[in-house]
Structures are given as structure tokens and as C-alpha cells.
């Protein structure tokens, strides 16, 4: 496989809520070591497509190929369950928006991101403990916190551990729904500095969906941005947000609406 090769290949996709339109049309291609943010007001179907993306939703029109480690292209929808489900545990990571939902919270902390290695084949428990501890302090977890359930975290902490379950394992995948919104301020800007450092030295490729544009501006290489299900713009983040030609965009990028 090359770097010109897309990782995650989004064809004509789209999904339907009964009449509602969910997201529509969307065509896209995610290459090794890039992020890609996904932007636009409530209800422009950044959810969901960030959820076809990932394979969690099916379409209801188009397909998602993804680039395997042997290098052949695989039609999410169309591979055995088994596959999917494996695919999801070794090559996907996610983070979402309340680290509740990524968590398990009466687990230790320690056990969180150790459950993600056993489930990629990791047996040793000595080795597995250390790994963890070693994740831990690399999201600014003090290791001696990891017999520690979540449930005794703050919220900025929460989410770092959350982070910490979802990369261990190494995945070449990471799908991030708003995953600093709902934190302080000062804590979301100290979460994006250690997201950018982790994405940049493992080399993740990451789609990101977000609101908040500096969140863009900050961790993408690349924006597109979303009105009413379909793709209205796409481009070098820099050039979406400091040149953006669809006027919802220039209206979106000079804070007119309101996320
Ligand atoms: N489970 C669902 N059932 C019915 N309609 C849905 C469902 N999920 C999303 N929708 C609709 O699909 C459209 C896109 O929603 P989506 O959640 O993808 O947007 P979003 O851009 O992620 O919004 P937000 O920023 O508020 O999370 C909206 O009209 C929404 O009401």
C-alpha cells in the first residue's frame, strides 16, 4: 500500500430516518495520518455519517471501503459480522463525546484500557498491566490512579482515560465525535494539545466531527463542512476557514449561526 492510497473510501453514502434525511450523497477519502473534521450546525448529519463511516450504521445508500492491512479494499457493509466486529476492535478506535458512553465505569481504570489489549490478543497479565500504567501516564493519568474506577475522575480526566482505551491497541483508525465539547474551557485546550501530540507521533488517520471550528483549525489537515445532510464544502482546513466559498460556510466561519 502506498500513501496515495486511501485508508476509508466513502461512495455516494447516505442514510434515511423515514423521510428525514440523515445524510445524503457524501463522497470522501481518508488517507494514512490524516485528520479529516467534519463540521456544521445541529442536524447536519455529522453524526451520522460519522457512523456509516465507522461501520456501526449501515447505509441506506452508497458503501465504505476500507483499506485492510493486507492492503485489499473491504466493503464494511457487505463482510461477515464476525469481521466487522473484529476490524472494529483492532484497526478502529473511538472516542466520544460523553466518556461515559466509552467507558465502563465501574471498571478500574487501569482495567478500561487493559480490556482493550486482551481483546487484541494481549495475555500476559504483568505486561499488560505495564502497558496500561505506560498509557496512563501518557494521557496525564498518574499510574498510581489506575486501580481507581472512572467514576471518581473529573470530567477532563474521564475523557483522557477514555482516550487512553481507545489508541492502546493501536489502531490505524480513530472516529472522534465532539470529543472536547461539554469541558471546561482551559480543560478542552489542554485535551486538544495532548489529542494533536498522540494523533501526530502514532500517525492515526482521524475523522472528527466537530462544532467548534478552532477545534478544526487546531487538529485537521482537512474540513468539510455539512448543511442539511449533504457535503456543502471540502478543503485544506486552512483554506476552508480562512478563504470558504459556500456562503453558509462564510456564514458558519464569521460566527453568524450559531452551532
Ligand atoms: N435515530 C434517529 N432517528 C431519527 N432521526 C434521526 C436519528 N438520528 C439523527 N436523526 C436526524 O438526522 C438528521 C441528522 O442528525 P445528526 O445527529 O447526524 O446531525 P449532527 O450534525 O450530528 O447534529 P448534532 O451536532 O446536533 O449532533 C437530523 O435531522 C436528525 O434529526
Not at 138 to 154: G, K, N, Q, T, Y
Not at 196 to 220: K, N, P, Q, S, W
Amino acid at each position: 500500500m502506498t500513501a496515495d492510497e486511501p485508508l476509508l473510501v466513502a461512495e455516494g453514502l447516505g442514510r434515511d430516518y423515514g423521510a428525514r434525511i440523515g445524510c445524503r450523497g457524501v463522497d470522501l477519502a481518508l488517507h494514512e495520518g490524516e485528520v479529516l473534521a467534519i463540521v456544521g450546525e445541529s442536524g447536519s448529519g455529522k453524526s451520522t455519517l460519522l457512523g456509516l463511516l465507522s461501520g456501526a450504521h449501515a447505509p441506506s445508500a452508497g458503501r465504505v471501503l476500507y483499506r485492510r492491512r493486507h492492503g485489499v479494499l473491504a466493503d464494511l457493509a457487505l463482510m461477515p459480522e464476525a469481521e466487522r466486529r473484529l476490524l472494529m476492535r483492532t484497526d478502529f478506535g473511538f472516542v466520544r463525546q460523553r466518556a461515559e458512553d466509552g467507558l465502563r465505569m465501574a471498571v478500574s481504570a487501569g482495567g478500561n484500557v487493559g480490556e482493550r489489549l486482551m481483546a487484541t490478543g494481549w495475555r500476559n497479565y504483568g505486561a499488560i498491566r505495564a502497558e496500561a500504567a505506560d498509557f496512563l501516564a501518557r494521557v496525564e493519568i498518574d499510574p498510581a490512579r489506575m486501580d481507581e474506577d472512572p467514576r471518581s475522575f473529573s470530567g477532563g480526566m474521564r475523557q483522557r482515560l477514555q482516550i487512553a482505551r481507545s489508541l492502546v491497541s493501536r489502531p490505524r483508525l480513530v472516529f472522534m465525535d465532539e470529543p472536547t465539547s461539554g469541558l471546561d474551557v482551559s480543560v478542552q485546550a489542554r485535551l486538544l494539545d495532548l489529542i494533536r501530540a498522540l494523533v501526530e507521533e502514532m500517525g492515526l488517520a482521524v475523522a472528527i466531527v466537530t462544532h467548534d471550528l478552532a477545534v478544526a483549525r487546531l487538529l485537521a489537515h482537512r474540513i468539510i463542512v455539512m448543511r442539511h445532510g449533504r457535503v456543502i464544502e471540502e478543503g485544506l482546513a486552512d483554506q476552508v476557514l480562512d478563504d470558504p466559498q459556500a456562503p453558509y460556510t462564510q456564514l458558519l466561519v464569521s460566527s453568524v449561526l450559531t452551532p
